[in-house]
């Protein structure tokens, strides 16, 4: 009798040390990437953040620049007055631009008056700044318009925006700045500083924010004004030509 050889095939398949190798290398590579996207979102909330905390102020700051644009001409009917304080040991400050003219009768008048200031927040919890704004005179709107003339003279604060945890305005003088102008002639320029960020009490009592937290601005007032230029002498200039060459020269 012939016997026949039969082969049997049984299904493939894979280890239990292939799976869990497997398995470790897909769990090492989805670690992996799920850590490079956590770092990714972070760095991209990061600056997100990082830009709409300086957006506020920014816009705060271009906007006190355009009225500080208009003062265009040094002229005795432009005045700029600034004065800066401790409102509840938060520093405050208020900048005035007052603008006036002369009527038929040689009488001085308001033609228009523009303050900013901030003064502490009463009615909120977080005891921040209320910055506002006014804007009045008679420059304003055209007066024919309105037959009640007091609404036109009428000085109304506007409110900008709450949360102010510093706000100072300062006249660069060289390398030292003044708190406080007074005079009738225009300050070459105005250095404004503006944070929402959280204070901090200082030694002597009063609240600060870092300087990094600070957003600060300087503004050219008179563009006009002469500028005075420091020419070097020739015998200087060669000098200067004559080292950068040296220095050039291979050695």
Known sequence: MRRTSKTSREP???SLAEVLAALTIAAMVLVATLGIYNRAE????AITHKLDNSRLPSEILQRIAEDLDEVFVASSDTKITIENKLDHLHPTARLTILKTIYDNR???QTFERIVWQSSFDYESDANGLVLYRSHSG???EDKLLDEQKENWERELFVPICTGVTFFKI????GEDFQDKWTSDRLPPGIAISISFAEPFKTVTGTFDVPDEEKFTRTIAVDRTRKIKFIFTKK???EELINEEQKSEQPE
Not at 42 to 45: E, F, M, P, T
Not at 170 to 173: D, F, L, N, Y
Request: proline content about 5%; charged content about 35%.
């Open 12 to 14: 493939w398949g894979f």
């Open 42 to 45: 972070h760095s991209a909330r």
């Open 170 to 173: 300062q006249v660069p003088q």
């Open 106 to 108: 040689d009488r001085k």
């Open 235 to 237: 015998e200087k200039e």
């Open 138 to 140: 008679i420059g304003v």
